[in-house]
């Protein structure tokens, strides 16, 4: 990650990044991820730089203009945008919003900031448990109920074992838990819960 003069001279200093609404400030940052087009096609990515406004990206120039792709970062999650720029070898979103899912993004892009600047550990979000308890029900919005296995969970999410592959932002409930698909990967979803929930409840559940 290239800092900034001021961000270098000071590099034992955390960083904040701010929703300020005037003017967004653009990091680099480098991650992989996945995005997925209008017409439910999905590509792998890599982020080249981002703020709370918007985001840069490598990938297919398969994009138009004013086009509705969903993004998932396994450290930042689902982020939903607009096509504003086609690059050479990728192309700009623009965040659709809202003020609280900003104030969120914030918040992470400034852990994730921190974490490169002070050399701390590259670590998920959030501790993940790896249940011995594992079938649980994932219930969908047309009333099915799949059984399935859970991988790993944590207080912000699970990943699921499944062949069900429901378009990512279906909103669906784990068990008891609700939440939202954000990533299909090779063995079944992953899923961000709605609210963050308690370590220690999540632990006598699922062991």
Not at 5 to 28: G, I, L, M, N, W
Not at 74 to 101: C, M, Q, S, Y
Request: aromatic content about 4%; proline content about 4%.
């Amino acid at each position: 990650m290239t800092l900034t003069t001021a961000a270098a001279s000071e590099r034992a200093t955390p960083t904040r990044v701010a929703p300020d609404r005037r003017r967004y400030r653009r990091v680099e940052l480098s991650l992989l991820g996945r995005y997925m087009r209008a017409n439910h096609e999905e590509h792998h990515c890599r982020l080249v730089d981002i703020s709370v406004g918007g985001a840069n990206l490598q990938g297919p120039l398969t994009v138009e203009l004013n086009e509705t792709v969903i993004v998932y970062f396994d450290e930042l999650g689902r982020l939903e945008g607009v096509v504003t720029r086609r690059l050479p070898d990728g192309f700009a979103i623009e965040f659709k919003a809202t003020p609280r899912k900003r104030e969120k993004l914030a918040e992470q892009l400034t852990w994730l900031i921190n974490r490169n600047i002070l050399g701390l550990p590259d670590e998920r979000r959030h501790e993940r448990i790896i249940p011995t308890k594992k079938e649980v029900t994932l219930h969908l919005p047309n009333g099915a109920n799949i059984v399935c296995s859970v991988i790993d969970v944590s207080v912000g999410g699970a990943s699921i074992t499944t062949d069900a592959r429901p378009e990512l932002g279906t909103e669906i409930v784990l068990g008891r838990l609700r939440g939202h698909i954000v990533r299909h990967h090779d063995t079944g979803l992953g899923i961000e819960f709605t609210d963050l929930q308690n370590h220690s409840a999540l632990q006598r559940h699922f062991s």
